[in-house]
């Protein structure tokens, strides 16, 4: 386990990251209906991934004021992330999602980077391994094509406070610790998803592969509630991590909220990929 000082410098690496990326493009952020357009030329592609269903309930969000609940509907979400081969699939159904098609307005110059063409995956990948390298409008896009959606924030927070023995694991002295542990395993994007033990709800891989794109993922670039969804005040929100936090002893949810907050929507990185979500009226 890395000593308390080393966690605060590697974290404190990541909040300047952050900080010196708090300028959010308009014309990304204000794409959203453009890509709902760009959405509807999309072709269904198909997929037998398992979803899982989550009851909802109530949490604390991370980030926000400590005495405000965070409700969440009952929802479906993978119980893995989108493959290598899915998102293949994908594309080649969907020719626009091509590298040397997708519109650099959706995916900045690192979309698809490692592959060997535009329907070629990189060399040695391992087609049951996380697609990384696209952007948030792709991950939305495939989302459309299997008639699903990309997880809220909250969403994807509520099942990731589950361990493997409980669905709320954050009162765990080791819950935190083990998950950092995770993050800082290098090359961990290239292994097979199901490889290790899933989660209390069934979910695999929610830390030990990639981080994951969420529908909302820059909503907490906001100086009120982190739930309004209002963008007023950006340049405030560095300093804004540093006071509002819920859980200052949750080093891994910081984790999270730093890269989040540093991201855009047409960015594409080496080790961020995506799991899809779907509403559901069924409450067991």
């Known amino acids: ?160 406070m589950a361990d493997e023995t409980s669905a709320n694991a954050r009162e765990k002295v080791t819950y935190s610790d083990n998950i950092i542990s995770l993050y800082l395993l290098k090359g961990r994007q290239f292994n097979e998803v199901k490889q290790t033990k899933p989660n209390y709800w069934g979910v695999y891989n929610v830390f030990d592969l990639i981080w994951e794109w969420t529908d909302d993922f820059n909503s907490i670039l906001t100086t009120n509630d982190s739930r309004s969804g209002q963008y007023e005040d950006k340049s405030l929100f560095c300093a804004g991590s540093a006071t509002s936090s819920t859980d200052v002893l949750n080093y891994a949810a910081f984790m999270r909220f730093a890269l989040r907050t540093s991201v855009k929507a047409n960015y594409t990185i080496a080790n961020l990929g995506f799991r899809c979500a779907k509403d559901t009226t069924i409450i067991k």
């Open 1 to 160: 386990m890395f000593s308390i000082l080393k966690r605060y410098k590697f974290l404190l690496v990541i909040f300047l990251f952050a900080c010196n990326n708090q300028q959010i493009d308009n014309t990304v952020n204000n794409d959203v209906s453009t890509s709902n357009a760009h959405s509807n030329t999309i072709h269904t592609t198909t997929t037998d991934v398992k979803m899982v269903y989550i009851p909802g309930g109530e949490y604390k969000p991370f980030y926000g004021s400590d005495s405000i609940l965070t409700k969440v509907a009952p929802y479906l979400i993978d119980e893995r992330a989108v493959t290598n081969a899915e998102f293949l699939a994908f594309i080649k159904d969907n020719p626009q999602w091509r590298r040397s098609n997708v519109k650099r307005i959706y995916a900045d110059t690192t979309y698809l980077k490692d592959w060997q063409s535009d329907v070629e995956l990189p060399k040695d990948a391992k087609p049951n391994a996380p697609i990384c390298y696209v952007s948030w409008f792709a991950a939305k896009a495939y989302a459309h094509s299997v008639g699903k959606r990309l997880p809220t924030l909250d969403e994807w927070e509520f099942m990731a």
